[in-house]
Structure formats: structure tokens, C-alpha cells
């Protein structure tokens, strides 16, 4: 794949680390409890997330990739075995062996599947690369609806299309030979999956779109028009492909929550940062850290196991050295995990209600508040054309039961989207309320939602009232 290096993102405040989105049904965790999880999936799992690993099925007879991978993983993502070239290798005759064994190992080790990949320009058949048109269109929906049918019922979710966008900043999809069929390939897919396997998660997954850039954005665009049109569409991966020249940046959080406020889930798919020692241990940190900020981040999976699994081997991109020990990213990946973080609404157990961060115990009628009111803070993340600001709002000495935050933007600036708030306005001076789940802050507590826009954005203290 094309790895060209992704535009930087001026952060004006680097809030990605240390913010956390409290989001509809999220709940924070204790940090550093004494019950932490010893393994990557049991410590995702204790805030309703997953920990998965690529698998090559060749790889499943080595009892040392075979050991790691049932004790530390709870989902699996064929690497290459599920792939079009993989699955229908002649027209309309599939090859199921390699990508059922991956399947049967995993349901006997209480993991889960995502599926890789329904439809990419990449590693298509030589008899689909010579297709076009018509013929192309129905060789597409023929595989996905054999391949979805054959794993029905086994599959969490599907990577349903992969890489349909452009690198750099036109924002374009990507040239094809599937694009050439017409611009509705990829909502045609989705229908075609949905229709084949209702209970399987449909994903949109990409590289190079896991921080706020033109890529991205353009992929938020599509996903957000799918979400108005009713095209099935349930989730968006971020493979998380990082080294020098894509680096690991601090709107990855961001990022993450303006997809989930579209109402898909979000994962990190192909996770490997190349690297070494404490540098990518941090890394890794941060990007685990991100995930667990964010409620609608359901699962992280790692593109292999050992750094000689991986497609880059060179690059030592992985948690466990050629041997299999656990390297120093491991432990700051099992670290971060163990932190806690907002814990997933939709895989939840029923006791991370939202109950539990918005205590009822003040009742104002009979204890009136001390002080009353609200404050707000902005970060922002400029880049040249627009920014994401993310504004925290915190209540006084008393718990408020609603809050309305007033920004006002410099001339030229305009706010095109937002998430966690009701926006009014969308230039100049604009005012955003909380949504239902997020009005009820605790004294001294805070909450946080956030707005995307073009031109420059607001530096300046928003204000802050409450009722
Ligand atoms: O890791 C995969 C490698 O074994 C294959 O040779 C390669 C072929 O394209 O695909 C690799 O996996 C890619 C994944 O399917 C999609 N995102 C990028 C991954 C790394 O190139």
C-alpha cells in the first residue's frame, strides 16, 4: 500500500491524552486497581472491548504463535484468508479451507471473527483485475454474497469494503477498476452484506484516516451520508498503520469520537507502530488510550503477533519479540488497558450504567446549591482550512442540570458539524446546549463535546451557563 506521509495536524492543545469523552452510558474506571487483568483481551474485555490479532493460518501449528495467540487475544482477523484472490481464486468457485481453519480455531478458543476483506482493489483474483463494467459489478456482489452466506452467523463483523479512498488531500475516492463500475460500488456492497449476513457488523476500513485529515474527513462524509440514507453501515476500522513518516498524532481521540457521533462504532484494526523501546511503547499507550476514551471504541486488534509475523517485519512493529516475549510496548499496552476508560455502551454488562456517573444524591430543593454555573475550556486542533475543538465544560461547587456554551467564531469560520451538543448557528456567535445524556454534571465534574469546522478556529474562552 501506498504509505505517503499523512499532513500534520498543528495541535494547539493537546487534549487527545488526557481527555476523556463522556459519552452517552460511559462510566470511568478506577485506575491502577489491584484486580488489573494479566492479559490483553481480559483487561479489553473488563470495559466491554475486545484485543485482536491478524492470524495467518499457516502460522496455527507454531505452538509459540498459537500459545500467545489463546491466551492474549479474544478476536481474530484473517490476515490474507478471507481475501477475494483467497476466497474465489477461479470465477464463481470458492476455496474455503485456510479461512475455516482460522474460524474453527477461534470459536474453540471463545474468540471472535472479523472478516477481512468483502471487496478491495488489492488482491483481487487475476480473472476480477481483467473484469469492468457490468461484469465487474456482478462478480462483486456474486462474491459478497457467497462469501458473506458461507460464514454467516460466525463472522462479528465484516470489513466490507477496504481502502476506497485516496491519499493526500483531494479527499477523492480512489481510483479502480471497482470505482469504475460507478461511485455506488460501495453502498451496493454494504446492501449486498447486509442482505447475505443481518447479524454481522458491517465495517468501512482504511489507512491513513486514523488522525483529522482530508482522507478521513471524506470518509466521515460518506459515512455520514450513509447514516442519512439508511445504507447499512455499522462500524469504521482505522487500521493504525504508524512509523516516522505516519506517525502516531494527538487528534486520534478526536477523530474517533467524530465517527462515533455518527452513531457507528469505531476499532482500530491493523495496529502496528514501527519502532522501538520506550518511544513506541508510548506510542502504543496513546493509542490504546484513545480507544479507551471513547465509549463507542469497541476493540483494538494488533496486525500480527510477533514482530516476525508481521508484513514488515523489519520495522519491529509488534508487542511480542521474534522469540515471543513480551516487549515494552506490551506492558504499556496491557498498562493503558488496565487504566480503565469509558466503558462500551453497546457491549456493556448492565451495571456501567449511566447511573453510576450521574449521582442523584443532591436534590436542590432541599439543599440549594452553593454556587451555581458552569466554565468552559477549548482545545482546538488547527490545520490549514479547518479545526475540531473539543470543549470541556466543567460545573461549579453545585451539580447543573443543563449547560449552554456560547463560542464566537472568527470571521470566515464556520462550524459544518458537532457531536455531544445541539448547535445553533453555525458562524459568528454560536451557542451549543447538551444533548439528553450529557445536561446532568455533578459539582466539579465535567463533560465534554465538540464541532468540526472550516477557517480558523476559536481561541478565545468560551462562555458558559447553566441551569
Ligand atoms: O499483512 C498482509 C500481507 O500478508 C499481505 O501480503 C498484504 C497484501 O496486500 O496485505 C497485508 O495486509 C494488509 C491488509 O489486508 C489491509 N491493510 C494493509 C495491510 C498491510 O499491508
Same mark, same amino acid.
Given at each position: ?7 500534520? &495536524? !498543528?495541535?494547539?492543545? $493537546? ?14 474506571l478506577s485506575a491502577g486497581n489491584a484486580n488489573a487483568a494479566t492479559t490483553l483481551g481480559a483487561s479489553a474485555a473488563a470495559t466491554g472491548r475486545y484485543f485482536g490479532t491478524a492470524v495467518a493460518a499457516y502460522k496455527l501449528s507454531d505452538s509459540v504463535y498459537s500459545t500467545i495467540l489463546n491466551r492474549e487475544f479474544d478476536m481474530v482477523t484473517p490476515e490474507n484468508e478471507m481475501k477475494w484472490d483467497a476466497t474465489e481464486p477461479s470465477q464463481n468457485s470458492f476455496s474455503y479451507t485456510s479461512g475455516d481453519q482460522i474460524v474453527s480455531q477461534a470459536q474453540s478458543h471463545n474468540q471472535r471473527v472479523r472478516g477481512h476483506a468483502l471487496a478491495w482493489h488489492s488482491q483481487q483474483p487475476g480473472w476480477a483485475q ?30 466490507? /469494503? ?21 461511485? *455506488?460500488?460501495?453502498? /451496493? ?10 447479524? %454481522? ?8 484516516? *486514523?488522525?483529522?485529515? #482530508? ?8 459515512? +455520514? ?8 453501515? *455499522? ?9 516516522? %513518516? ?17 452513531? /457507528? ?5 491493523? !495496529? ?19 480507544? !479507551?476514551?471513547? #465509549? ?18 523489519? *520495522? ?16 504499556? %499496552? $496491557? ?12 457491549? +456493556? ?20 446549591? #452553593? ?35 456560547? /463560542?464566537? !467564531? ?16 453555525? +458562524? ?12 446532568? &454534571?455533578? #459539582? ?24
Amino acid at each position: 500500500m501506498n504509505r505517503s506521509p499523512r499532513r500534520r &495536524v !498543528l495541535a494547539a492543545t $493537546l487534549s487527545a491524552a488526557s481527555a476523556v469523552l463522556v459519552a452517552s452510558g460511559a462510566v470511568l474506571l478506577s485506575a491502577g486497581n489491584a484486580n488489573a487483568a494479566t492479559t490483553l483481551g481480559a483487561s479489553a474485555a473488563a470495559t466491554g472491548r475486545y484485543f485482536g490479532t491478524a492470524v495467518a493460518a499457516y502460522k496455527l501449528s507454531d505452538s509459540v504463535y498459537s500459545t500467545i495467540l489463546n491466551r492474549e487475544f479474544d478476536m481474530v482477523t484473517p490476515e490474507n484468508e478471507m481475501k477475494w484472490d483467497a476466497t474465489e481464486p477461479s470465477q464463481n468457485s470458492f476455496s474455503y479451507t485456510s479461512g475455516d481453519q482460522i474460524v474453527s480455531q477461534a470459536q474453540s478458543h471463545n474468540q471472535r471473527v472479523r472478516g477481512h476483506a468483502l471487496a478491495w482493489h488489492s488482491q483481487q483474483p487475476g480473472w476480477a483485475q481483467s473484469l469492468s463494467g457490468t461484469a465487474l459489478r456482478s462478480a462483486m456482489t456474486n462474491h459478497i454474497t457467497n462469501v458473506a452466506t458461507h460464514y454467516k452467523g460466525k463472522i462479528y463483523s465484516w470489513d466490507v /469494503v477496504n481502502e476506497a479512498f485516496a491519499d493526500g488531500t483531494s479527499g477523492a475516492r480512489r481510483s479502480s477498476n471497482l470505482q469504475n463500475t460507478g461511485n *455506488d460500488w460501495i453502498e /451496493v456492497a454494504f446492501r449486498t452484506a447486509r442482505a447475505a449476513d443481518p447479524a %454481522a457488523k458491517l465495517c468501512y476500513n482504511d489507512y491513513n484516516t *486514523d488522525g483529522i485529515n #482530508a482522507k478521513s474527513t471524506a470518509v466521515y462524509n460518506m459515512v +455520514s451520508d450513509f447514516k442519512t440514507r439508511g445504507v447499512p453501515i *455499522d462500524c469504521v476500522g482505522f487500521q493504525g498503520h504508524f512509523n516516522s %513518516a505516519s506517525p502516531v498524532t494527538s487528534d486520534i481521540q478526536q477523530n474517533l469520537a467524530r465517527f462515533a457521533a455518527l452513531g /457507528v462504532d469505531v476499532q482500530i484494526t491493523e !495496529l502496528d507502530i514501527a519502532g522501538s523501546g520506550t518511544a513506541q511503547a508510548t506510542s502504543y499507550s496513546s493509542v490504546v488510550k484513545a480507544c !479507551l476514551a471513547v #465509549a463507542r471504541c469497541n476493540g483494538i486488534t494488533v496486525w500480527g503477533i510477533r514482530d516476525s509475523d508481521s508484513w514488515r517485519a523489519s *520495522d519491529t512493529p509488534l508487542l511480542f519479540d521474534n522469540s515471543g516475549n513480551k516487549k515494552a510496548s506490551y506492558t504499556a %499496552a $496491557l498498562d493503558a488497558l488496565n487504566s480503565g476508560g469509558t466503558t462500551n455502551p453497546t457491549t +456493556s454488562v448492565p451495571t456501567t450504567s449511566p447511573t453510576t456517573v450521574l449521582p442523584s444524591t443532591s436534590n436542590p430543593t432541599t439543599s440549594p446549591p #452553593a454556587t451555581a454555573g458552569c466554565s468552559a475550556t477549548v482545545s482546538l486542533n488547527q490545520w490549514s482550512g479547518g479545526f475540531v475543538a473539543t470543549i470541556k465544560v466543567t460545573a461549579g461547587s453545585a451539580k447543573i442540570n443543563g449547560w449552554t456554551v456560547g /463560542v464566537t !467564531l472568527p470571521s470566515g469560520a464556520a462550524v459544518t458539524n458537532s457531536w455531544n451538543t445541539t448547535a445553533s448557528g453555525s +458562524s459568528g456567535a454560536v451557542s451549543f446546549a447538551n444533548v439528553s445524556y450529557n445536561g446532568s &454534571v455533578n #459539582a466539579a465534574a465535567s463533560t465534554e463535546f465538540g464541532f468540526q469546522g472550516t477557517g480558523v478556529g476559536p481561541s478565545a474562552t468560551p462562555t458558559c451557563t447553566a441551569r
